[in-house]
Each structure stands twice: as C-alpha cells, then as structure tokens.
C-alpha cells in the first residue's frame, strides 16, 4: 500500500501516526498519549493518523476526532478527508466520513439531546455559550443587589470563571477563591447566593452553559447501562440527530 503521504512526517510524527495500525484487524489499537509543544505539527500529526486509520480500513463513522474549537474541528476534518483521498482505492470510504469530528461541546450535545429525557433534561433546551453565561450571571448579580455594593463586587467575567473553576474542579468555592482569586475571598457568602441563583435561573429557562454540556455527558457515561446503550447505537449506525 502507497505510504507516499506519510513522507513528510518527521520520525516522531510518523511514529505516532502508524502506532499499531498494523495490528488493528487482530485487536483493538493500543492506545497512545502525545505531547508536544506549540509549533511541532500535532494538528498534522492528528489528521495523518486519523486518515491513516481510514485508509488502513477503519469505519470514519467510528472515529471520535474531537478539538476545542469550531474552526480548529474543520480544519481537521477536511486535512483528514484531503489525506485520505490521496489513495485513491480508499477514496469511497470517506465519503460520509468522520461524522463524530466537532467539538467537545458540541459532540456533547448531540448525545444529551437525544438521551435528555434520560438524565432528567428537556432534549429542547438551550446552550448558552461563554458571553451568554456572563450576561445571565450580571443579570443576576444585578438582581441581587451585587452591582451597588460600596466596594466592588467582582465583575460578571470574574464571577463566571470562579463559578467555572468550582464546577470543572468539583472543589467547594473557599479553596477556589484561597488558590486562585483571593482578592474575592470577602464575597464568599455573597457568591454562593450567586451561583445558586445563577443555577436557578438556567433550569428555569431550560439552559444549559458550556460547563453543563460537558459535565452532563459525563453523568450520562458513568451511568453504565446508559453508557452501553450508547455504544451499541452508536455501531448499529442509529447517531444522534442533532448536529
């Protein structure tokens, strides 16, 4: 099999990209952790490996290709299907390829819509994203007095990313503040009136923020049965609708 897209790879790359390829009709791929630094080609090195696996007879539609951002997944995504159709007996394998390449977020809410109704979610709800949240939690913050206090209360940015941290985290609001925003640390009380509102107001309205789409479907996969129904779904070809 012609290996001439792999030429321009640099040892490590090309290492990564063809890690247990060979095997992979005899067992499941091994797994494999890379790092590397800015600069050193890891999105290349991705789409090859990505392509690579397509090439060598992996189903795209059982490929999970997930990055941080919108722009990033589809530049990823057509580097992948521009490799793979450099071989030209593989093209056909590619042509509804990659449907799981997207974000974490957004790959995350393609699942909770379709198994809301199965962790407690209405599947209809809505996503705000980072400049939404801050706006609901200033709402909020304004609601509550917050905005008009002698000395100045965090504003709504700030508020956001200490909210965040506790929830990514899973770490009580004191060892946030005392570890990364100390100078909030006389608003403790005041914050965690905040954020239980603030949690209030998006189950009211059926929101869901960046930090939820990612913690939900975490709660969905740790459920086991839940988890294995998704899978079998998932190889019987029935995806979630929502993209």
């Not at 974000?103 to 198994?115: D, E, P, S, V």
Request: glycine fraction near 6%; hydrophobic fraction near 40%; charged fraction near 25%.
């Amino acid at each position: 099999m012609s290996v001439a897209y792999l030429e321009k790879l640099n040892r490590g790359q090309r290492r990564a990209v063809e890690h247990s390829v060979s095997e992979m009709h005899e067992a499941p791929s091994a797994p494999l952790l890379v790092i590397a630094g800015a600069g050193t080609g890891k999105t290349n090195t991705l789409a090859h490996r990505v392509a690579h696996l397509i090439v060598n007879g992996a189903d795209p539609r059982r490929i999970l290709l997930m990055t941080f951002s919108r722009r990033a997944a589809g530049e990823m995504t057509r580097r992948v299907e521009r490799i793979a159709r450099q071989v030209k007996d593989r093209a056909e394998a590619i042509a509804d390829a990659l449907i799981w390449a997207g974000t974490f977020h957004g790959i995350g809410a393609r699942f909770l819509r379709n198994y809301a109704d199965q962790i407690g979610l209405d599947p209809a709800f809505s996503i705000h994203d980072r400049e939404d949240s801050a706006d609901l939690m200033n709402l909020i913050r304004h609601e509550l007095g917050f905005s008009k206090t002698e000395s100045r209360f965090p504003a709504k940015g700030t508020c956001l990313a200490i909210y965040s941290r506790c929830v990514n985290a899973e770490l009580p609001i004191e060892d946030v503040l005392r570890m990364s925003f100390p100078w909030c640390s006389s608003w403790t009380a005041e914050l965690k009136q905040l954020f239980a509102s603030y949690v209030e107001a998006k189950q009211r309205q059926n929101v869901l923020d960046y930090d939820d789409l990612l913690l939900c479907w975490a709660q969905m996969v740790s459920d086991r049965a839940l988890a294995d129904r998704m899978l079998r779904n998932c190889s019987e070809g029935r995806l979630p609708e929502y993209r």
